[in-house]
């Protein structure tokens, strides 16, 4: 990678010249679960800021499997970038969590001050500990050293490049998929479970807007939550119905409630970031969904599946 | 190292403190079973936050068990300062011999937690399935959050692999090698410490705090024969806790007044009711301990108390102050 080119960006520059050579070469790129070639990473980028996304994630069965690999590499991931962010003096990094840390008995609605108030589900406590202990070494950065490493804490992302895997992916690119093979198949859609779970759903570029504002104006340490209200909750049934309305699909919807339905509810507040920021606006959801089955639709051969 | 073929090779990390000291006293006095080889580390032989050191160690020495005591340990004012340190080299060290013990195929770990990471606010007694019910005291949250993560992983190599790695966990220990430094050690030793410079100066005994608040003691040479019996004896992931009933907790003062009487001291004892008291109580169940062995006879607190003083008294210039 050119060094020349990164010391002329500057916050001025348009970013894409960058991300298009870190693209580029990523067969150079370390993996951070080596500490020393995730230090060699930060001494050659020398970055100021970083926004920290990498992790090792799946999907329900193979959380379940691999619950020791899931925190193991992790925690080396998370070690690794924060304390590499702090020997190079990076001013503030914003980390990932994900509400499905939370404590799995709990009060409605969740918000950032019960992270730790019980242990999480056990069918991905590997994982769920692993993020939880990003906050606790963010405080712990803090308290030491006064470093402002923070995170965020997002609902469920959906959007363009997601994995739309019918088995291993999430529920939304999941009812895509499924709906794209239905049309093309003549066959009917069938949505897993009962269709009753309550889910609130954020579009990746609304989710990357807010992370551009973290990045830049919230300094506490404590996490904050992005995601639309609670009165934006929609069920898995309503969520199929927005996705068959988008793809224009006019086969039949069943739902096999002989599958798990998964968690009932993980409602978040948002509150917090309502407090800062009370006019961002969301992407209504029916449009979100449009252009993701669009994007799908369009790159079916090439998106992750 | 060769093979310890059919035999048993016990490594023991963290083999020159307070604990591991007391495993040594003990299997040395015949605890130590015909085919045991017993290994003793201590930072002199690795250093167990480096990944490369630990792995050599144990590809060297080839346990088929392990007892891990080794950790980054403080006082409290040194815990509030250093809240990263005592996380990260503590998850360090922990990921370290409990992975290098995976790879080279140990059939048990047994490591220690502490009854300081339970919750902060809890109901009592503490019992062993309500470590990560809620977050620790915040003084300490590095090192509390570092070894609840023992337990974590402890049971994802249970689920993952089939391994048994479990914990124990002992209430307060005290006994001879401790850390009788008046600062940054613990309340027992503190007072033997504080008790002998009284005397040398024929001035009075100041304990910190009210003498109010409550503590179950236990003495390392016991918690030396409940290790060697969780290697052997304790197959659960879940871990156990290692200490004496509710019914023989005591007070500071009570402490205090049996440090007094075994090193026969006659000077006035005052309370210094400025000092912080910490956590009033901890109170600690040891129901699970009792199913298991319901007649395990622990030392009695006074006869502890007054080895412990003799020990120090006898070893005061090497001893750790």
Same mark, same amino acid.
């Given at each position: 990678m050119e060094l020349g080119c990164l010391e002329r960006t500057g916050c001025s520059s348009p970013p894409r010249?960058?991300?298009?050579?870190?693209?580029?070469?990523?067969?150079?790129?370390?993996?951070?679960?080596?500490?020393?070639?995730?230090?060699?990473?930060?001494?050659?980028?020398?970055?100021?800021?970083?926004?920290?996304?990498?992790?090792?994630?799946?999907?329900?069965?193979?959380?379940?499997?691999?619950?020791?690999?899931?925190?193991?590499?992790?925690?080396?991931?998370?070690?690794?970038? /924060?304390?590499?962010?702090? %020997?190079?003096? $990076?001013?503030?990094?914003?980390?990932?969590?994900?509400?499905?840390?939370?404590? #799995?008995?709990?009060?409605?609605?969740?918000?950032?001050?019960?992270?730790?108030?019980?242990?999480?589900?056990?069918s991905n406590f590997g994982y769920s500990y692993a993020k939880r202990m990003i906050d606790v070494q963010n405080r712990a950065y803090f308290q030491q050293h006064g470093c402002t490493f923070t995170a965020v804490i997002p609902t469920n992302v959906f959007g363009p490049h997601d994995n739309f895997n019918i088995e291993d992916g999430h529920v939304l690119p999941g009812l895509i998929h499924k709906v794209h093979l239905a049309k093309s198949s003549g066959s009917a859609l069938t949505v897993w479970g009962t269709g009753k779970p309550r889910r609130q759903f954020i579009y990746s570029l609304d989710l990357a807007r807010l992370f551009v504002w973290v990045l830049r104006e919230y300094n506490e340490v404590e996490p904050i939550i /992005?995601?639309?209200?609670? %009165?934006?909750? $929609?069920?898995?049934?309503?969520?199929?119905?927005?996705?068959?309305?988008?793809? #224009?699909?006019?086969?039949?919807?069943?739902?096999?409630?002989?599958?798990?339905?998964?968690?009932?509810?993980?409602?978040?507040?948002?509150?917090k970031l309502r407090t800062y920021l009370p006019d961002f606006r969301f992407t209504p959801f029916k449009q979100a969904v449009k252009e993701t089955c669009a994007w799908f639709t369009h790159n079916y051969e090439q998106a992750r599946k």
């Open positions: 010249t960058l991300i298009s050579r870190l693209q580029g070469a990523s067969d150079g790129l370390a993996p951070p679960r080596d500490a020393a070639q995730t230090r060699a990473l930060f001494e050659k980028v020398r970055p100021t800021h970083v926004i920290h996304l990498a992790a090792m994630v799946g999907g329900l069965f193979r959380n379940i499997k691999y619950n020791l690999d899931f925190w193991r590499k992790n925690v080396h991931i998370n070690d690794n970038v /924060l304390h590499s962010a702090f %020997e190079v003096g $990076v001013r503030k990094v914003v980390s990932c969590l994900s509400t499905c840390i939370f404590p #799995d008995k709990t009060t409605y609605p969740i918000d950032e001050t019960m992270i730790h108030e019980g242990p999480p589900h056990s /992005l995601s639309v209200g609670e %009165e934006d909750e $929609v069920s898995i049934q309503e969520a199929a119905e927005a996705v068959v309305e988008a793809m #224009d699909f006019h086969g039949e919807v069943t739902f096999d409630t002989t599958k798990s339905d998964g968690q009932f509810k993980k409602t978040a507040s948002n509150s």
